[in-house]
Structure formats: structure tokens, C-alpha cells
């Protein structure tokens, strides 16, 4: 059974940090490029970062460059999404995805469609 499991969500006043965890099974970790999507009440889900099966390309969208960090460890099986100087529009339920798909650019991986695993989700709220 696959699972994609995201935890350490949760409130954090702006300025502040939290750390993502999305722990996998059931795949071959190593073949998959992750990445982490968020979505806002009323919004559509969007591509926030993703980083290539090896580690060796990494994608930040514009809103979150320089503040957050992707990064992998492929012997836990884990990816984690590092979030510092977090702002009141980084509020939502935060999602990581899995996918085979090899990426020749890597600004493709923010697309949701390309991705085959989803976890539940964990909620990052970020008062003012």
C-alpha cells in the first residue's frame, strides 16, 4: 500500500518557522521526484516546491524562494520542507505528492497533474 504521510503543520505567528515531513512507503522512493503543493480556501492547489528523484534539481515557486528549503533523505524515505520567515499568505493545508515522471525541466514538477501519490495534507496557518 502506498502512503504519503505529511506532518508538522500547524499555527506559527509570521516571522516564525516550521519544518514539513512527508514520510513514504510502498514505493520505491528513489525512482520518484516529491514535491510539496499547497491550497488556500477558495484557491486552486499550486506547486510551492519539488525536488528530482536524486536530489539533484530542486524548484522553489517565486513566492517562497529564499525563504524555503527542499531537501530528501532517500534512506528514510522522507522529504522535508523547511519553511522560515513564513508570512500570512503561506496559510494553507499543505500536500506532498510523488511522481515517476522524469522532469527534463524542472519547473514542469509544479503541475499537479503529473503526479501519481498524494498524502492528506497538513494544515500551516500563519497569523499576522
Known amino acids: 500500500e502506498v502512503r504519503l504521510v505529511e506532518s508538522g503543520g500547524g499555527l506559527v505567528q509570521a516571522g516564525g518557522s516550521l519544518r514539513l515531513s512527508c514520510a513514504t512507503s510502498g514505493f520505491t522512493f528513489d525512482d520518484y521526484a516529491i514535491g510539496w503543493f499547497r491550497q488556500a480556501p477558495g484557491k486552486e492547489r499550486e506547486g510551492v516546491s519539488c525536488?528530482?528523484?536524486?536530489?539533484?534539481?530542486?524548484y522553489y515557486a517565486d513566492p517562497v524562494k529564499g525563504r524555503f528549503t527542499i531537501s530528501r533523505n532517500n534512506a528514510k524515505n522522507t522529504v522535508y520542507l523547511e519553511m522560515n520567515g513564513l508570512k500570512p499568505e503561506d496559510t494553507a493545508v499543505y500536500f506532498c505528492?510523488?511522481?515517476?515522471?522524469?522532469?527534463?525541466?524542472?519547473?514542469?514538477?509544479?503541475?499537479?497533474?503529473?503526479?501519481?501519490?498524494w498524502g492528506q495534507g497538513t494544515q500551516v496557518t500563519v497569523s499576522s
Open positions: 505528492a510523488a511522481t515517476e515522471f522524469y522532469f527534463s525541466s524542472v519547473v514542469a514538477c509544479k503541475f499537479p497533474s503529473f503526479y501519481k501519490y
Open positions: 525536488i528530482s528523484s536524486m536530489a539533484g534539481s530542486t
